[in-house]
């Protein structure tokens, strides 16, 4: 089975960074389309960031220009770059991978699922 694992998440100030990181394990070389959700407490959850092969990488608008998404094949990790963060940032932060690679975004069905990371950011 293939299970992902993310790790990174924190408590910081206003206007700080965090990197999240998402680890790969078992099989997962056919998944071609990766992701960052997140979900704050009495809301629903929403994609953050894809990256795919084909369709290059997506942004929901609240983060364009903050998050960066990247992937590093040979570590099998998927990672999230957050600077300026907001309090409106804060929740819980989820990696998904999708085994096909086009289309890749967060309105399709996601195949694998890690645990998530709380991330807090405090005015």
């Known amino acids: 089975q293939v299970h992902l694992t993310e790790s990174g998440g924190g408590s910081v100030q206003a206007g700080g960074s965090l990197r999240l990181s998402c680890k790969a394990s078992?099989?997962?070389?056919?998944?071609?389309?990766m992701a960052w959700f997140r979900q704050a407490p009495g809301k629903e959850r929403e994609g953050v960031a894809t990256?795919?092969?084909?369709?290059?990488?997506f942004y929901v608008d609240s983060v364009k220009g903050r998050f960066t998404i990247s992937q590093d094949n040979a570590k099998r990790t998927l990672s999230l770059e957050m600077n300026s963060l907001k309090p409106e940032d804060t929740g819980m932060y989820y990696c998904?991978?999708?085994?096909?690679?086009?289309?890749?975004?967060?309105?399709?069905?996601?195949?694998?699922w890690g645990q998530g990371t709380q991330v807090t950011v405090s005015s």
């Open positions: 990256v795919g092969r084909l369709s290059g990488t």
């Open positions: 078992g099989y997962i070389v056919r998944a071609g389309c």
């Open positions: 998904a991978a999708r085994i096909p690679t086009y289309p890749c975004n967060v309105g399709l069905p996601f195949d694998y």
